[in-house]
């Protein structure tokens, strides 16, 4: 049983919003959630997103982006990820959620 809902990943970016959209596509298709924080100048034109993405324009700098990240994942488990990087979906699948710290490496 695939328990991809209970994890959100995290995309911060600046300036790459070209791969955003890439991201946003390619994980659309999971059950997982996806938090991207945009720090770019001006918000990335968006129509109507999936319910699983929250895009949050932000242009303030990496580590208030972090901090605020906090504030947006509701989920018990989160995950870092490059906005140029591509991760398998079954790479988190397989990850052992039920480590009480919540991580997987």
């Known amino acids: 049983m695939s328990r991809l809902g209970d994890l959100t990943i995290v995309i911060p970016s600046f300036g790459r919003q070209d791969f955003l959209t890439r991201q946003i596509s390619y994980w659309s298709a999971s ?33 208030q ?17 490059g906005v140029t990087l591509r991760q398998d979906p079954q790479d988190f699948t397989d990850c052992p959620f039920n480590l009480g710290a919540g991580v997987c490496t």
């Open 31 to 63: 059950e997982v959630n996806l938090l991207i924080l945009d720090g770019s100048e001006r918000a990335m034109p968006l129509g109507s997103l999936p319910s699983r993405v929250n895009y949050v324009h932000m242009p303030t700098d990496f580590f």
């Open 65 to 81: 982006r972090m901090q605020a990240a906090a504030d947006y994942v509701t989920t018990p488990y989160a995950a870092l990820l």
